[in-house]
């Protein structure tokens, strides 16, 4: 969607790469443009076993973590005499950390299981709820828990035939800490036939479920925000 998952799968024996870029805070203004004088980045390849199934393997260079992940559809939003209104899909990740050299490796370990619950409203929106659980192997304090509940509302608007407008935000349940902030993005995406290009604006610099979720840093005093944009390319094997 922006930055959370959607319900859509990798095509069956199709295999999809992924670029997701993410710039700098905006809050320097022209010193560094904007952030883009700064950048992270992730690599996310998935290939699509049935229409039912996908897997997945990506790296981000922040924190150098390496995530595996899968997509099950388990419902699929139908018409007609055995109509169902709504399809959902579980989604399901394990994340590595491997920036920190000294450290045990079942530390090293954060996972995250969603469901992903959206509905077709018309031709024009589309919405999606993400019911989300974060566990995490390693945390900083006692105080802190390992396991973080939220929940996500994401949509989709489609203004032409190619391009849509795009937001999502995850509402945290349960006790966060003080610095904690919800995370948001809005964005475009722009079908050019080949590819897939989405442009963004959010509150998180990282786009893998942890950091996204429950490390958004940004707001909008001092445009302390990150642009980023996405390029999706499929290859039918």
């Known amino acids: 969607i922006v930055n959370a998952q959607s319900i859509e799968l990798a095509r069956p024996q199709t295999l999809e790469f992924m670029i997701l870029h993410r710039f ?73 950390e491997t920036i920190t050299k000294k450290m045990e490796m079942s530390d090293r370990f954060t996972y995250a299981l969603q469901a ?60 966060r800490q003080e610095s904690f902030k919800q995370s948001w993005g809005i964005g475009v995406d722009i079908d050019t036939g080949g590819h897939v290009f989405q442009l963004m604006l959010t509150n998180a610099q990282g786009s893998f479920e942890s950091q996204y979720i429950e490390n958004a840093y940004g707001g909008l005093e001092d445009l302390n925000l990150f642009l980023g944009f996405n390029i999706t390319r499929a290859f039918s094997l």
């Open 24 to 96: 700098g805070s905006m809050k320097n203004g022209f010193y560094d443009l904007f952030g883009m004088d700064e950048a992270v980045i992730r690599f996310d390849l998935k290939y699509g076993l049935s229409d039912r199934l996908s897997l997945g393997f990506g790296r981000s260079s922040l924190n150098k973590t390496y995530d595996l992940f899968t997509k099950i559809k388990v419902l699929k939003q139908t018409n007609g005499s055995n109509s169902f209104p709504m399809s959902v899909v579980l989604f399901s990740k394990i994340e590595i």
């Open 116 to 175: 992903l619950v959206a509905r077709k409203i018309n031709q024009s929106f589309s919405l999606q709820v993400m019911p989300t659980l974060i566990h995490r192997n390693l945390v900083e304090t006692f105080d802190e828990s390992n396991d973080l509940f939220s929940c996500g509302i994401g949509g989709r608007l489609k203004i032409t035939r190619r391009t849509s407008l795009n937001f999502d935000t995850f509402l945290p349940i349960g006790k």
